[in-house]
């Protein structure tokens, strides 16, 4: 694996449905270390398949896929790997609703052997960073979704990933609260120097990433 490469993908093939269903037919792709990346195409073309490979949450049926040094079609436990590594933005945020926000970004912490004291810590700075300090003891219900997608970014990097994959983190939200959080993500980038890859069918939201790439027909598009 190229050094300057945090993913390298190569020949790489998902179906579904047994067969029926080609979700990815034959991907090739390098990103390297800090890029930011957006995944574009139409519903159906394989992006979310795509970044869910990235991030070990499915497998390839072909191909090879290395990612921050590890070798996700041949390890079997990618626990550590997604613990360690990755961080994850949904468009649905999937916070925990009985819990309060500062639990809900305290959860990836659990895996990095701190004490209760140390969790807090790093979750309360993540917050005071997103502009959430006075919430954390609300439960996600109490939020509105900006505020909810925002407490999802917090939890994408409180195991401090090298990788931020987030998919349509903006899909749920009206134009105002898409773009405060675009530009959140946009900083969270150039800050942080993190590896950004965010699957988007809106063109506008593409345009802010370093390198756009279409996926259409599980392919991409050159």
Known sequence: MNEENIVEIKDLRKSFDKGKVTALNGIDLEIKKGEFVSITGPSGSGKSTL????????????????VAGYDLTRKNDLSEFRSQEIGFIFQLHNLIPNLSVLENVEIPLFERNLSGKEMRERALKLLEYMGLSDKVNRKPTELSGGERQRVAIARALANEPSIILADEPTGSLDSKNGQLILEHLKELHEKEKVTLIMVTHDMNVASLANRTIEVLDGRIKT
Not at 54 to 66: F, K, M, P, T, Y
């Open 51 to 66: 970044l869910n490979m990235i991030g070990a949450l499915d497998r390839s049926d072909e191909g090879s896929v290395h």
